[in-house]
């Protein structure tokens, strides 16, 4: 059985690709960004017939060039990169079969961290048969 916190430490495991600081759930450095971090947010599962589904946050967090603006380059860099590493993954977990896909991808802005990021909605299915 593969509960949230395991899908948590799958995905810092899988986002140690992007080659930067990683932040799991629940260890989110607050204040300003000052360097490019990823930080993972896994969301609660619900139950179906043969797949526990839910949702997970992977957000990829580049400091602002300047006052307010993004550094677009590199954020198309990640954003790229992510399509690859987070997308179409299936795999086992302590004897349960897994898969995760990205739902959704797109840039944001936090002001008051002074920073974008690319915000990776990713699908977590865990195999509900046995």
Wanted: charged share 25%; net charge negative; hydrophobic share 35%.
């Amino acid at each position: 059985m593969i509960v949230s916190n395991d899908i948590a430490n799958i995905l810092y495991r899988d986002c140690k690709a992007f080659g930067i600081k990683i932040y799991p759930d629940g260890e989110t450095p607050t204040g300003e960004v000052t360097e490019e971090r990823v930080v993972i947010h896994a969301k609660a599962q619900t139950s179906g017939t043969y797949w526990k589904k839910g949702f997970v946050e992977v957000n990829i967090c580049v400091p602002d060039s300047s006052e307010n603006s993004a550094n677009s380059v590199r954020l198309g860099e990640l954003e790229r990169e992510a399509q690859t590493i987070l997308d179409d993954v299936v795999s086992s977990y302590d004897g349960s079969c897994y898969r995760y896909s990205i739902n959704s991808i797109g840039r944001e802005a936090d002001t008051a961290l002074k920073c974008h990021y690319v915000n990776c909605r990713l699908l977590f299915e865990v195999l509900n048969v046995k």
